[in-house]
T-cell receptor, first 111, second 113 residues
């Protein structure tokens, strides 16, 4: 079983829609949760970073962590064509020196 | 700051050849790492370093060597290239003494024929 599972999509939505991206994980020791955005043929760029449970909001982006369900989400409000990219979740234990990545979800926002 | 830089951007090798992928960061980050990204497999950790002189293996270290003689540089060496090493390689760094909030370089696309 993979440490982190992420639906690869692809996901296609109209401009202005609310997008929900999700990951599940198996290791209950994971405490750090991150979301990266990766444009085609570019390196991943850090989008959101949360520790333990709860929500974190940054502009149009909201990250949620539900540790009881081992489930994390990224919501994008008022989605824009510039949001079209692959979104990767990643997570780690507090004492870990390794981050485990999901395989990424491909998102296209149609104008 | 240039951030994390990687060279070369593209490389084609023949089976059995060796080469070094370069990675440098100018942010005085302690933690540096190398990942490979393959379709359907996501990003997989090859090696990482928590500071100069300290390296350790990640999930897929076979066929690769690293060293960390300075804080800034973290080269990845392919000892004897194999077609299975065809991939996109990313270097990343973090100011934490761990992989949190990593910043990635632009990647090196490697093809082994």
């Amino acid at each position: 079983q993979k440490e982190v599972e992420q639906d690869p999509g692809p996901l296609s939505v109209p401009e202005g829609a609310i997008v929900s991206l999700n990951c599940t994980y198996s290791n209950s020791a994971f405490q750090y949760f991150m979301w990266y955005r990766q444009y085609s043929r570019k390196g991943p760029e850090l989008l959101m970073y949360t520790y333990s449970s709860g929500n974190k909001e940054d502009g149009r982006f909201t990250a949620q962590v539900d540790k009881s369900s081992k489930y994390i989400s990224l919501f994008i409000r008022d989605s824009q064509p510039s949001d079209s990219a692959t979104y990767l979740c990643a997570m780690s234990a507090v004492t870990g020196n390794q981050f485990y990545f999901g395989t990424g979800t491909s998102l296209t926002v149609i104008p | 700051n240039a951030g994390v830089t990687q060279t070369p951007k593209f490389q084609v090798l023949k089976t059995g050849q060796s080469m070094t992928l370069q990675c440098a960061q100018d942010m005085n980050h302690e933690y540096m790492s190398w990942y490979r990204q393959d379709p359907g497999m996501g990003l997989r950790l090859i090696h990482y370093s928590v500071g100069a002189g300290i390296t350790d293996q990640g999930e897929v270290p076979n066929g690769y060597n690293v060293s960390r003689s300075t804080t800034e540089d973290f080269p990845l060496r392919l000892l004897s290239a194999a077609p299975s090493q065809t991939s996109v390689y990313f270097c990343a760094s973090s100011y934490h003494r761990g992989p949190y909030e990593q910043y990635f370089g632009p990647g090196t696309r490697l093809t082994v024929t």
